[in-house]
């Protein structure tokens, strides 16, 4: 059973950036698995923002793709979520989720982590 | 890309059976097998019920079951339950589009 755990700072400036890891526990990130970032801002709904696959090939929010960089660090068995230039409106809880492409689906999701950005 | 559409709400009795709306296009739903529904509480990490329009994992009731008609998927939760009152998300993926989740539907049970 694959689990996942994000860390990061719970509060960044506007203007600076945002850095989450998720760290992936039970299964191989090197795996041929999607895996994924989405965000929810206080009360709202959810926002995909972006997916790497295939060891390293990805895909954005076309909302976000001049902000975002997602990579994987195989030897940590984590992948990681970039945002720059971060205003109040990135400010929401980002969860880590593992999307299984036979189901075509979000499987397993981490428990989520609130990002604040405030000066 | 918008969001897929879902109602705001949706209210039933204990016993009863709701169904939940997710309203897309034919770029999006109206072209893809690729349909999940989620369920989240407050302060928790969504949960997957459906995926593939209608197949559930392993541990979700056979109270929810999903289908699609044209631009439009639909979650039917049967047998209202206490337990069902949460945030029910749709999701859709169409390999060349980004991934698209569904406004969101709160459920009440009254």
């Known amino acids: 059973q694959v689990q996942l755990q994000e860390s990061g700072p719970g509060l960044v400036k506007p203007s600076g950036t945002l850095s989450l890891t998720c760290d992936v526990s039970?299964?191989?990130?090197?795996?041929?698995?999607?895996w994924s970032w989405v965000r929810q801002p206080p009360g709202k709904g959810l926002e995909w923002i972006g997916e790497?696959?295939?060891?390293?090939?990805?895909n954005y929010n076309p909302s976000l793709t001049s902000r975002v960089t997602i990579s994987v660090d195989r030897s940590k068995n984590q992948f990681s979520l970039k945002l720059t230039s971060v205003t109040a409106e990135d400010t929401a809880v980002y969860y880590c989720?593992?999307?299984?492409?036979?189901?075509?689906?979000?499987?397993?999701w981490g428990q989520g982590s609130l990002v604040t950005v405030s000066s | 890309q918008s969001a897929l559409t879902q109602p705001a709400s949706v209210s039933g009795s204990p016993g009863q059976s709701i169904t939940i709306s997710c309203t897309g296009t034919s770029s999006d739903i109206g072209g893809s097998t690729s349909v999940s529904w989620y369920q989240q509480f407050p302060g928790k990490a969504p949960k997957l019920l459906i995926y593939d329009v209608g197949y559930r994992p392993s541990g979700v009731s056979s109270r929810f079951s999903g289908s699609k008609s044209g631009n439009t998927a639909s979650l039917t939760i049967s047998g209202l339950q206490p337990e069902d009152e949460a945030e029910y998300y749709c999701n859709t993926y169409r390999g060349s589009s980004p991934s698209l989740f569904g406004t969101g539907t709160k459920v009440n049970v009254l």
């Open positions: 039970g299964g191989s990130i090197t795996s041929s698995y999607w």
């Open positions: 790497i696959y295939d060891g390293g090939r990805t």
């Open positions: 989720a593992h999307y299984y492409s036979g189901w075509s689906a979000f499987d397993y």
